[in-house]
């Protein structure tokens, strides 16, 4: 009775998380470096909904099935009416009647996601099931999937993805949606020209290496935010006071009048090459995390995977932000109006039970 409350009190939880971030990407629209958040949502599992009392079998895995495949850049996008495909999320098995997955670097299949660059990641994804509940794996990447949903590995099946269920199954239904984690959209912002020599901005994708000057031996940071200044000694720092690292792990120091830096990094202080700048690039960006001051670190449980900076520091210029302020504005309009459609329908059931209420005790 109260599954309806519970699909509109998940989702104004989730436009209030909506709502955070839009707010903090429209508070940040000029901050230099800044790049915008994004949440990223999650349906709770959809569960299998039957005919009480009823014993029909389930079909045979061949009868009236037909599955559409459409194999898209590495993986998988399945779509059937004759049964259901199933995944283990963390709260359950879901079965849905579409599915998209693709080879994971074990050769599971799971669900995926596109990273800001729209490359497909299976790191985050759900495990595809088979027919009778196990997971699937395969040797090769050069699997296939035909017309009937079974998956070929070596000329050979070694599973059938589509569950098929008697006529007692009426169908599915889940119990709303949930925010899963916030994202960052590390798309390059557009560059301003300062004529500063102390900013610096990165054409590509890239970090500059800092660190915590209070506590030199914890983890470094990164940020593309490359407006700095000179302490009294002649070190770089970000607005916050982290140093800005070179290539030998030390901070980076000017200590005359005439400051260069080269597309490479590579530091001049009056004509004479001093330093390097440390210019850092990863390949799952998807897994650093916000930390306050336009700085990111890697959350624990995960290593940098470090490919090689292939873009260019620009001398006296500064990127901004890659917020766009209509974007933020509409998405926040239309959280608001998905906010007060779920309110309604939490008030449109507060009265339904207050009238049962009074009408049962009437009675």
């Known amino acids: ?42 349906a709770f599992p959809e569960v299998l909904i039957s005919k009480i009392n009823a014993t029909e079998p389930a079909f ?37 009647k579409t599915t998209a997955f693709a080879r994971d670097e074990n050769g599971f299949l799971r669900t995926y996601e596109r990273d800001s660059t729209g490359e497909i990641t299976t790191r985050y994804g759900n495990r595809i099931l088979d027919a009778t509940g196990r997971p699937v794996q395969v040797e090769n990447e050069d699997f296939e999937i035909d017309p009937l949903g079974r998956v070929i590995d070596n000329g050979q099946v070694v599973a059938n993805l589509v569950r098929r269920t008697g006529g007692n199954v009426i169908g599915t239904m889940n119990a709303g949606v949930r925010m899963e984690k916030f994202a960052t959209d590390f798309t390059q912002a557009s560059l301003e020209q300062t004529e500063s020599p102390l900013d610096l901005a990165l054409k590509g994708s890239g970090f500059f290496m800092v660190y915590d000057p209070e506590d030199p031996e914890a983890d470094p940071l990164f940020t593309r935010t490359g407006h700095f200044t000179l302490t009294d000694n002649g070190d770089m720092v970000t607005p916050s006071g982290h140093f800005l690292a070179s290539v030998n792990e030390t901070s980076l120091m000017v200590d005359g009048e005439d400051f260069q830096v080269r597309p490479d990094g590579t530091v001049l202080v009056d004509g004479e090459v001093r330093d390097q700048i440390s210019i850092v690039n990863f390949s799952n960006t998807q897994d650093l995390r916000k930390v306050g001051n336009n700085l990111y670190q890697f959350e624990d449980r995960y290593e940098p995977e470090e490919i090689p900076f292939e873009g260019q520091v620009l001398q006296g210029f500064i990127e901004g932000s890659n917020v766009e302020a209509v974007d933020q504005m509409v998405e926040m309009i239309n959280v608001m ?27």
């Open 1 to 42: 009775m109260f599954r309806g409350m519970y699909n509109a009190v998940s989702g104004m939880q989730t436009a209030e998380k909506r709502l955070d971030a839009a707010s903090n990407n429209m508070a940040n629209v000029n901050t230099s470096g800044y790049k915008r958040d994004m949440v990223v949502t999650e």
């Open 60 to 96: 045979p895995h061949s009868r009236n099935l037909e599955v559409e495949v459409e194999a898209v850049n590495g993986g998988y996008q399945l779509s059937t009416s004759g049964g259901f495909f199933a995944a283990a999320t963390r709260t359950g098995i879901s079965y849905n």
């Open 337 to 363: 109006r998905a906010y007060e459609s779920n309110q309604k329908v939490v008030q449109t059931y507060d009265e339904m039970m207050q009238r049962a209420v009074n009408d049962i005790g009437r009675g």
